[in-house]
């Protein structure tokens, strides 16, 4: 059975408006590209700071007599000198830093003040999933919360329209005890009710950034998770070696084998626990967190960087083979004629780069290379072989000098099986006699020459190859059937 990949979610982390405007356009060229599967708005950094209190007037001075000043002048002075001579410094009072805070007083201008951002959200991005967190401070969030206000917020978010999903923290607001003992306030499975109530999805969560309990302990909070309406389970755990690491992945991994209905997300944070977040499918993670600009959380990895590897990793354990094909060669092995048979037999489109280049420029190959030269229309061969990225189901013909360049080569196997066809030079001459459309070949139309070329392209073709036929004193069909087996 095939694994799903993890959903790739990208947080939004702003503090105001302006900024929270800037994060939403910013990732719109992400989700139209696809790389983006879920956008989560973590709410608590938007609480904005209190105002800071005003200062006490000084109290008056009142002035003293004309002698009285005199004499008080006089001892001033001889404190002033005695004090030059040993200066006492002045007691440093720290202020204790502000925090952010919502309470059920201020819960209504927050609540306008999210509701707005959540406008402006699906103005930009009506179609993309959007989860909302406020993280408590007792989780590692920006911003405290009590329990009633939570439930409040969270139940009104769910209500509005604009999201798809809620996390809930399961613990945060329990009293102190090991998680066998740990009881979930009333409140919250309350809360869930309500959540699923407005058809939104619950994501049940524990974090923990002080550390990382042994996999028994972990096991424990994911069964007590599971015991509410949490349509997800989250645990997120910061590690201090790599033992710390391996006992999350063994929780997980445990957690995901006995209950693989209920989707997790498992997580250990910092660059010390990067590889749960790459190579989560391996023990069924439902998602995993991503960063664009400013991350949520340490470890995070930027988003293209992060959707690669999660590629590789879904690739190589549903053991998925390239869904194109992209026939590489000199000229006259037969990429063309072996590639319709290819595309009648697999039901593929059959895409040959010359063509494009042809449709694109409104002349020939041959005409390009005279009037405008090699390197020209080496560049748009280049551009021509980036745009077929975007191509599915489709066997492509590459030009014979296609391979030439490296970048090529490295774009053409993203997406490809790349088979070589090679032939003889004495074969190939052969089946060129008379095409006259081989710009490369004006003028040196013999078997030495032929020879001359093919042997100097011939390391870029192996070497870009993975899949090598013959195809001297073969039919295009024999050929063909020759690439069926070898992709079987």
Request: contains cysteine; aromatic residues 6%.
């Amino acid at each position: 059975m095939s694994s799903i990949r993890p959903k790739i979610i990208v947080p939004i982390a702003a503090q105001d408006a302006t900024a929270f405007s800037a994060a939403v356009k910013n990732l719109r060229p992400y989700v139209n590209g696809r790389k983006i599967d879920l956008i989560e708005w973590r709410a608590d950094y938007y609480v904005p700071l209190p105002p800071k209190k005003a200062e006490p007037a000084p109290a008056p001075v009142e002035e003293a007599p004309a002698q009285e000043a005199q004499e008080g002048a006089v001892q001033e002075g001889a404190a002033q000198e005695g004090a030059s001579q040993e200066a006492a410094p002045a007691p440093v009072v720290e202020e204790a830093p502000q925090q952010k805070e919502v309470t059920y007083k201020t819960l209504p201008d927050f609540l306008h003040q999210c509701m707005h951002a959540l406008d402006i959200f699906r103005m930009y991005l009506p179609e993309i999933p959007l989860l909302f967190t406020f993280r408590t401070a007792h989780e590692g969030g920006d911003a405290a919360i009590d329990l009633q206000t939570y439930c409040a917020l969270n139940k009104a978010i769910a209500e509005c329209g604009h999201v798809n999903m809620i996390d809930v923290e399961v613990f945060s607001f329990a009293k102190a005890a090991p998680p066998t003992e740990v009881v979930t306030p009333e409140a919250i499975g309350a809360l869930m009710k309500d959540i699923h109530a407005a058809n939104v999805e619950v994501i049940g969560s524990h974090h923990d950034f002080a550390k990382t309990d042994s996999t028994e302990v972990l096991l424990q909070y994911l069964d007590k998770i599971r015991t509410t309406d949490a349509d997800v389970l989250k645990l997120a755990v910061m590690p201090k070696t790599e033992a710390d690491v391996q006992s999350l992945i063994d929780a997980a991994t445990q957690a995901h084998e006995d209950h693989p209905e209920r989707p997790i997300i498992s997580i250990s944070m910092g660059g010390l626990g990067q590889i749960t977040r790459t190579d989560g499918e391996r023990y069924g993670n439902y998602g995993t967190f991503a960063m664009v600009g400013q991350g949520s959380a340490p470890g995070q990895i930027p988003c293209d960087e992060l959707m690669d590897i999660l590629d590789a990793v879904h690739e190589e354990l549903n053991g998925q083979k390239k869904n194109n094909i992209t026939l590489i060669g000199f000229m006259g092995t037969g990429k063309s004629t072996v590639g319709a048979l290819l595309s009648k037999a697999l039901q593929k489109a059959l895409v040959d780069t010359d063509a494009l280049i042809e449709a694109e420029t409104h002349e020939r190959i041959c005409d390009t290379f005279a009037n405008k030269g090699e390197n020209y229309f080496r560049d748009l061969e280049t551009q021509t072989i980036f745009s077929l990225e975007d191509y599915t189901d489709s066997i492509f013909a590459a030009g014979g000098g296609s391979i030439l360049r490296q970048e090529n080569v490295d774009s053409l196997r993203k997406h490809s099986t790349i088979v070589l066809l090679t032939a003889a030079p004495d074969t190939v001459l052969v089946r060129l006699d008379g095409d006259i459309t081989r710009p490369v070949l004006e003028g040196r139309m013999t078997v030495e020459e032929i020879a001359e070329m093919m042997e100097s392209r011939r390391p870029f073709y192996e070497g870009a190859a993975d899949i090598t036929i013959i195809t001297d004193e073969k039919t295009p069909e024999e050929v063909c059937a020759e690439i069926l087996r070898a992709l079987s």
